[in-house]
């Protein structure tokens, strides 16, 4: 019977990972961790994911490392940072210890943006250039590169501060023993990462692109923001803080003995080892 109720419980979380999600808001997050633990990684990825991070951040510190190692895998750096940045810093010290070493430094900089900021969604895996290169320094960088934004790269100087942007297509044109700073002739538009994300989306230059350039405190590029990442982060906030959601009658129909059942799993549940 445990394991028909456990099945039943996997197709749940599967079909209906927001409702399953309020559901182990309201369990014990000792007992949440556990339920999560025993169904197929990729599903239980998808119930953290829909939940507030505060809640999550209370499963994850009840769950065992390999279980986070490879929750980490599946989920997106901004969203493990958001769930990280609710956990005491020497748990956190250990957590992040389970990701790559190449995203670890990423990780940090993310959680030291507060929540509801634009540096907690940017994307930092974005191509730029030295304004002191020479163009085949530069079209070396360009080659290394396995995807693009767009055509336009971002150029900075020593300091690590945007000077302008250029086109792919104006390096393939300009002799190999140019400077950057001599062809760099285009301002771009930027963002502090501090900027609450309700101001930005707001932004009238969304009209004109896709993405914007992020500075920090300094005036240094951090990454870009694009407004898919940001409409989407405002929208996963607003469904997952809504007290007007509610399950709809035939969800509750179909799982109503499955909702019964969780609490059923943990009769006997021994506590977790740490």
């Not at 025993?38 to 769950?63: E, H, Q």
């Not at 302008?164 to 950057?180: E, M, Q, T, V």
């Not at 694009?226 to 997952?240: G, P, S």
Request: with cysteine.
């Amino acid at each position: 019977m445990a394991n028909n109720n456990l099945k039943l419980t996997i197709q749940f979380f599967k079909e209906e990972p927001v409702a399953a999600a309020r559901k182990l808001d309201i369990m014990g997050s000792a007992s949440a961790a556990a339920l999560l633990q025993k169904v197929p990684i990729s599903v239980a990825s998808k119930v953290i994911y829909a939940m507030l991070p505060r809640a999550s951040a209370n499963i994850i510190t009840k769950s065992s490392t390999d279980f986070n190692s490879e929750l980490f895998e599946l989920l997106e750096m901004a969203d493990i940072a958001a769930i990280l940045r609710y956990i005491n810093v020497e748990a956190r010290r250990s957590l992040i210890e389970l990701l790559p070493k190449s995203r670890q430094a990423l990780c940090k900089l993310l959680i030291s943006y507060p929540e509801n900021t634009v540096g907690t969604l940017i994307e930092t895996n974005v191509l730029v250039i030295d304004s002191q290169m020479t163009v085949e320094e530069a079209m070396l960088r360009v080659r290394k590169q396995t995807y693009f934004e767009d055509h336009q790269v971002l150029i900075v100087n020593r300091k690590r501060q945007l000077v302008g942007k250029i086109s792919i297509f104006d390096l393939l044109r300009a002799p190999a023993s140019d400077l950057i700073s001599a062809l760099t002739c285009s301002s771009v538009s930027t963002v502090n990462g501090l900027s609450d994300v309700s101001t930005v989306i707001a932004m009238d230059i969304w009209q004109k692109t896709d993405s914007i350039a992020v500075v920090n405190r300094k005036q240094e590029f951090i990454g870009i923001l694009r407004h898919y990442d940001l409409r989407a982060a405002i929208t996963r906030h607003k469904e997952t803080t809504s007290n007007k959601r509610s399950l709809t009658g035939e969800v509750v129909s179909t799982y109503s003995d499955v909702l019964r059942s969780i609490s059923e799993l943990f009769i006997d549940t021994k506590p977790l080892k740490h």
